[in-house]
Protein backbone atom coordinates (compact mmCIF):
# COMPACT_ATOMS: atom_id res chain seq x y z
CA UNK A 1 0.00 0.00 0.00
CA UNK A 2 1.49 3.67 -0.93
CA UNK A 3 -0.20 6.05 1.28
CA UNK A 4 -0.19 9.87 0.84
CA UNK A 5 -1.34 12.74 3.63
CA UNK A 6 -2.44 16.05 1.88
CA UNK A 7 -2.85 18.74 3.98
CA UNK A 8 -5.55 21.22 2.64
CA UNK A 9 -5.02 24.87 3.72
CA UNK A 10 -7.35 27.65 2.08
CA UNK A 11 -5.93 31.28 2.81
CA UNK A 12 -9.46 32.59 3.55
CA UNK A 13 -11.78 31.38 6.65
CA UNK A 14 -15.00 32.82 7.45
CA UNK A 15 -14.26 32.14 11.13
CA UNK A 16 -11.05 32.90 11.26
CA UNK A 17 -9.17 34.92 8.15
CA UNK A 18 -5.83 33.66 7.01
CA UNK A 19 -5.50 31.66 10.16
CA UNK A 20 -3.10 28.95 8.36
CA UNK A 21 -0.39 31.76 8.70
CA UNK A 22 -1.05 32.41 12.43
CA UNK A 23 1.52 32.47 14.80
CA UNK A 24 1.86 30.18 17.71
CA UNK A 25 5.07 30.06 19.70
CA UNK A 26 6.89 30.94 16.80
CA UNK A 27 5.79 28.81 14.24
CA UNK A 28 2.98 29.14 12.18
CA UNK A 29 -0.20 26.88 12.76
CA UNK A 30 0.46 25.59 8.97
CA UNK A 31 3.79 24.75 9.93
CA UNK A 32 2.99 23.40 13.34
CA UNK A 33 0.37 20.63 11.89
CA UNK A 34 2.79 19.77 8.89
CA UNK A 35 5.18 18.68 11.63
CA UNK A 36 2.80 16.38 13.34
CA UNK A 37 1.97 14.76 10.58
CA UNK A 38 5.15 14.57 9.40
CA UNK A 39 5.60 12.02 12.37
CA UNK A 40 3.31 9.13 10.99
CA UNK A 41 4.79 6.05 10.13
CA UNK A 42 2.18 5.15 7.49
CA UNK A 43 2.30 8.01 5.22
CA UNK A 44 4.97 7.50 2.45
CA UNK A 45 4.36 11.17 1.36
CA UNK A 46 3.20 14.82 2.54
CA UNK A 47 1.53 17.45 0.46
CA UNK A 48 0.23 20.80 1.06
CA UNK A 49 -2.53 21.81 -0.83
CA UNK A 50 -2.97 25.49 -0.91
CA UNK A 51 -5.12 28.17 -3.14
CA UNK A 52 -2.94 31.37 -2.41
CA UNK A 53 0.49 32.55 -2.91
CA UNK A 54 0.99 33.41 0.11
CA UNK A 55 0.64 30.54 1.66
CA UNK A 56 2.47 28.84 -1.04
CA UNK A 57 6.04 30.70 -0.18
CA UNK A 58 4.98 30.08 3.86
CA UNK A 59 4.72 26.30 3.31
CA UNK A 60 7.55 25.99 1.05
CA UNK A 61 9.62 27.99 3.06
CA UNK A 62 9.69 25.33 5.85
CA UNK A 63 10.31 23.27 2.87
CA UNK A 64 6.72 21.59 2.14
CA UNK A 65 5.91 20.03 -1.32
CA UNK A 66 2.93 22.21 -2.17
CA UNK A 67 0.93 22.17 -4.92
CA UNK A 68 -1.43 25.17 -6.27
CA UNK A 69 -5.31 24.38 -6.21
CA UNK A 70 -8.39 26.07 -7.37
CA UNK A 71 -9.43 28.69 -4.90
CA UNK A 72 -13.10 27.50 -5.10
CA UNK A 73 -12.92 23.77 -4.27
CA UNK A 74 -15.99 23.46 -1.67
CA UNK A 75 -14.21 21.91 1.00
CA UNK A 76 -11.14 20.03 1.92
CA UNK A 77 -11.62 16.55 0.32
CA UNK A 78 -12.47 18.35 -3.15
CA UNK A 79 -9.22 20.20 -2.90
CA UNK A 80 -7.75 17.12 -2.35
CA UNK A 81 -8.68 15.33 -5.46
CA UNK A 82 -8.05 19.17 -7.58
CA UNK A 83 -4.52 18.39 -6.21
CA UNK A 84 -4.22 15.13 -7.08
CA UNK A 85 -5.56 15.43 -10.12
CA UNK A 86 -2.68 18.35 -10.78
CA UNK A 87 0.18 16.09 -10.09
CA UNK A 88 0.64 12.98 -12.36
CA UNK A 89 3.20 11.64 -9.32
CA UNK A 90 0.55 12.28 -6.55
CA UNK A 91 -1.79 9.97 -8.95
CA UNK A 92 -0.20 6.22 -7.75
CA UNK A 93 -1.12 6.31 -4.15
CA UNK A 94 -3.26 3.43 -2.78
CA UNK A 95 -4.75 5.49 0.43
CA UNK A 96 -5.22 9.20 0.54
CA UNK A 97 -5.26 10.53 3.98
CA UNK A 98 -6.99 14.23 4.66
CA UNK A 99 -5.61 15.94 7.45
CA UNK A 100 -7.18 19.54 8.13
CA UNK A 101 -4.34 22.05 8.45
CA UNK A 102 -5.55 23.45 11.38
CA UNK A 103 -4.75 20.80 13.74
CA UNK A 104 -1.34 21.76 15.58
CA UNK A 105 -0.94 19.46 18.45
CA UNK A 106 -2.58 16.76 16.09
CA UNK A 107 -1.64 12.99 17.53
CA UNK A 108 0.74 10.86 14.29
CA UNK A 109 -0.70 7.78 16.10
CA UNK A 110 -3.91 9.22 14.87
CA UNK A 111 -3.29 9.13 11.43
CA UNK A 112 -1.22 5.51 11.81
CA UNK A 113 -4.49 4.23 12.96
CA UNK A 114 -7.62 5.40 10.30
CA UNK A 115 -4.56 3.85 7.66
CA UNK A 116 -4.30 0.81 8.96
CA UNK A 117 -8.01 0.17 9.79
CA UNK A 118 -8.61 0.56 5.99
CA UNK A 119 -5.54 -1.63 5.44
CA UNK A 120 -6.58 -4.41 7.70
CA UNK A 121 -10.04 -4.33 6.52
CA UNK A 122 -10.56 -4.60 2.35
CA UNK A 123 -14.08 -3.53 2.88
CA UNK A 124 -14.25 -0.37 3.97
CA UNK A 125 -13.65 2.71 1.82
CA UNK A 126 -13.10 5.39 4.95
CA UNK A 127 -11.84 5.84 8.11
CA UNK A 128 -11.65 8.76 10.90
CA UNK A 129 -10.62 9.19 14.34
CA UNK A 130 -12.89 9.69 17.14
CA UNK A 131 -12.12 10.96 20.59
CA UNK A 132 -14.02 11.25 24.12
CA UNK A 133 -14.75 14.39 25.43
CA UNK A 134 -16.88 15.17 28.65
CA UNK A 135 -16.46 19.15 29.46
CA UNK A 136 -20.01 20.17 29.01
CA UNK A 137 -18.38 23.86 27.72
CA UNK A 138 -16.75 21.57 24.64
CA UNK A 139 -19.80 18.95 24.07
CA UNK A 140 -22.31 22.29 23.68
CA UNK A 141 -19.04 23.98 21.44
CA UNK A 142 -20.76 23.96 17.43
CA UNK A 143 -17.32 23.83 16.25
CA UNK A 144 -16.61 20.62 17.71
CA UNK A 145 -18.67 18.02 15.87
CA UNK A 146 -19.93 15.00 17.84
CA UNK A 147 -20.21 11.36 16.26
CA UNK A 148 -22.25 8.53 17.64
CA UNK A 149 -22.09 5.06 16.45
CA UNK A 150 -23.04 1.29 15.68
CA UNK A 151 -21.81 -1.32 17.53
CA UNK A 152 -19.13 -2.49 15.56
CA UNK A 153 -17.94 1.11 15.09
CA UNK A 154 -19.17 2.48 12.35
CA UNK A 155 -20.92 6.30 12.60
CA UNK A 156 -24.23 6.58 12.34
CA UNK A 157 -24.11 10.47 12.35
CA UNK A 158 -22.35 13.51 12.72
CA UNK A 159 -23.47 16.95 14.44
CA UNK A 160 -22.26 20.57 15.41
CA UNK A 161 -25.13 20.06 18.07
CA UNK A 162 -24.44 17.29 21.25
CA UNK A 163 -25.66 13.79 20.31
CA UNK A 164 -26.66 11.64 21.97
CA UNK A 165 -29.62 13.22 24.21
CA UNK A 166 -28.76 12.32 27.68
CA UNK A 167 -30.45 13.69 31.32
CA UNK A 168 -27.58 12.65 33.15
CA UNK A 169 -23.76 13.49 33.18
CA UNK A 170 -22.04 11.70 30.03
CA UNK A 171 -19.46 11.90 27.10
CA UNK A 172 -19.56 12.57 23.84
CA UNK A 173 -17.52 11.16 21.18
CA UNK A 174 -15.93 14.21 19.25
CA UNK A 175 -14.94 13.44 15.86
CA UNK A 176 -11.32 14.17 14.46
CA UNK A 177 -10.97 15.88 11.31
CA UNK A 178 -8.80 13.73 9.21
CA UNK A 179 -9.82 11.03 6.81
CA UNK A 180 -8.31 8.12 5.22
CA UNK A 181 -9.57 7.07 2.04
CA UNK A 182 -9.50 4.19 -0.64
CA UNK A 183 -8.33 5.81 -4.19
CA UNK A 184 -11.35 5.05 -5.89
CA UNK A 185 -13.54 6.38 -3.62
CA UNK A 186 -12.03 9.28 -2.79
CA UNK A 187 -12.59 10.20 -6.87
CA UNK A 188 -16.25 8.94 -6.74
CA UNK A 189 -16.72 11.14 -3.57
CA UNK A 190 -16.38 14.49 -5.39
CA UNK A 191 -18.84 13.08 -8.38
CA UNK A 192 -21.98 12.38 -5.38
CA UNK A 193 -24.13 15.17 -5.69
CA UNK A 194 -24.53 17.33 -2.31
CA UNK A 195 -26.96 16.02 0.20
CA UNK A 196 -29.44 17.92 2.50
CA UNK A 197 -27.80 17.08 5.93
CA UNK A 198 -24.49 17.54 4.36
CA UNK A 199 -26.05 21.32 3.91
CA UNK A 200 -27.65 22.42 7.23
CA UNK A 201 -24.98 20.41 9.18
CA UNK A 202 -22.39 21.61 6.84
CA UNK A 203 -20.39 18.72 7.00
CA UNK A 204 -18.73 17.29 3.98
CA UNK A 205 -18.61 13.47 5.51
CA UNK A 206 -22.71 13.25 6.12
CA UNK A 207 -22.76 13.25 2.24
CA UNK A 208 -20.52 9.66 2.48
CA UNK A 209 -23.44 8.50 5.25
CA UNK A 210 -26.78 10.08 3.09
CA UNK A 211 -25.33 8.32 0.21
CA UNK A 212 -25.14 5.13 1.88
CA UNK A 213 -21.76 4.35 2.20
CA UNK A 214 -19.88 3.46 5.97
CA UNK A 215 -17.32 5.41 7.51
CA UNK A 216 -15.05 3.15 9.89
CA UNK A 217 -14.35 5.43 13.13
CA UNK A 218 -11.31 4.28 15.36
CA UNK A 219 -10.94 5.61 19.14
CA UNK A 220 -8.10 7.36 20.30
CA UNK A 221 -6.90 8.44 23.64
CA UNK A 222 -5.61 11.54 22.78
CA UNK A 223 -7.13 15.23 23.26
CA UNK A 224 -7.67 17.01 20.10
CA UNK A 225 -7.20 20.78 20.06
CA UNK A 226 -7.81 22.44 16.75
CA UNK A 227 -7.86 25.92 15.95
CA UNK A 228 -11.22 27.58 14.82
CA UNK A 229 -11.45 30.65 16.31
CA UNK A 230 -8.76 33.46 17.28
CA UNK A 231 -8.97 32.58 21.00
CA UNK A 232 -8.24 29.14 20.25
CA UNK A 233 -4.27 30.11 19.66
CA UNK A 234 -4.00 30.91 23.19
CA UNK A 235 -5.13 27.16 24.23
CA UNK A 236 -3.22 25.58 21.80
CA UNK A 237 0.05 27.63 23.55
CA UNK A 238 -0.98 26.48 26.81
CA UNK A 239 -1.02 22.75 25.82
CA UNK A 240 2.44 23.22 24.20
CA UNK A 241 3.74 24.60 27.23
CA UNK A 242 2.53 21.89 29.29
CA UNK A 243 4.15 19.29 26.67
CA UNK A 244 7.60 21.44 27.24
CA UNK A 245 7.47 22.12 23.20
CA UNK A 246 9.26 25.19 22.65
CA UNK A 247 9.71 26.74 19.02
Not at 14 to 20: I, Q
Not at 148 to 153: A, C, E, H, Q, Y
Not at 217 to 244: F, R
Request: glycine share 4%; charged share 25%.
Amino acid sequence: MTVIGIIPARYKSSRFPAKMLAPILGKSLLQRTYECAKKSKTLDRLVIAVDDERVFEHATSFGADCVMTNVNCLNGTVRLVDAIQGRPDLQKADIYVNIQGDRPCLCPYSIDKIVLALTNNPHDVMATPITQISDIKEIENPANVKCVLDKNGYALYFSRRPIPFSKEAAFCYKHVGIYAFRKDFLMQYVQLADTPLQLIEDLEQLKVLEHGFRIKTVEIGEEDLSVDYPEDIYKVEKWLCKQNISS
